[in-house]
């Protein structure tokens, strides 16, 4: 690189002697600060690395007690982000997908199963296209990120799984093929599955879910008491962790569902929402909910457990039951021990 000629001639290769003189006064003022801003970037890795430990001894404690199995998320606020730090919308998104990996990386240490987020409702649709093609392309780069990093062995995510769910019917053929191609390569992790709902709304996905049930009962000729409940979440597009979601957070500050995620939390379902912004959403606020979760559901199981005696007391507390014995029970002592094992001759 060339070096602009007014640096050159001030400072690296002054001309005159007077020149130099000046050129070594500009240096002695240069250095110390280049020392500060040296310093402070130590400092600054320092004050990152210390809140790494603290977050890890964070995230070691809370794992120690009940965790919730499935958390789901309703991403709100990108949009606001991006005004608030007069960017383009698009970045705003990105700003929450950055979000989104980052809180996965941190839940599955912490030993959470299963993670869904509320990416893009049906709803969406009625915005301008603009907004809806750059979320679209979004999707589809942040889909071929986690597919990487799902299948690295040094990346956290290493054998985690991703599922695309809601109405693909909604959306081109060729980001259908992009998602099954996606769910494909990570089809093979089984220590943690992020659910992306994409195009999802509750309301479809129960009537999805009735559709195929009825169909079914018509095809096999079954009698409709033969549907189950457990039968009927299978139906629905998140599987296994369609009956129940232990943690729904929204942020943002609105104070509403949006048309998710109704039949999950119907039953012992805590919903928490934030005033921040999603971007915005970072490791302590999240912490702090899940510990409220985990601090409640242990005293809930603790009461539910408290008339089963084998549960709710200790080995050792059946001990105070036992029958006590006296000396006078105990065998006599003999005359004489020895500590060498030799034999006193008789």
Known sequence: MRVPGFVRSRIIAPSDPAAAEVSSKVLKQIYPIIDKI???????????????LLQNLLINILAAGPVPQHISFIMDGNRRFAKKMNMPVKRGHEAGGVTLLSLCYVLKKMGVRCVSAYAFSIENFNRPPEEVNALTNMFAVKLDEFARKANDYRDPLYQSRLKIVGDHSLISEEMREKIK?????????????????FPYTSRNDIWHATQTSVEECVQQSLE??????????????????SH???????????????????????ESGDIKFSPTLWPDFKFFQLYLMILNWSFFTTIQRYIFHGSKKSQSKPAFWNRKKSS????????AAPVAVSITGERDPS
């Open 324 to 331: 006590k014995y006296s000396l006078e029970d105990l065998p």
């Open 38 to 52: 040296v310093s402070w970037l130590r400092a600054f890795q320092l004050f990152i690395k210390l809140q790494q």
């Open 244 to 266: 129940k979601c232990d943690l729904l957070i929204r942020t943002s500050g609105h104070l509403r569902l949006s048309d998710y995620m109704l039949w999950q939390v119907h």
């Open 224 to 241: 409709p008491r033969a549907l189950t409940v457990e039968e009927f979440n299978k139906k629905m597009y998140l599987n296994d962790y």
């Open 181 to 197: 191609r996606v769910e494909e390569m990570t089809n093979d992790g089984d220590e943690f599955t992020l659910f992306i709902c």
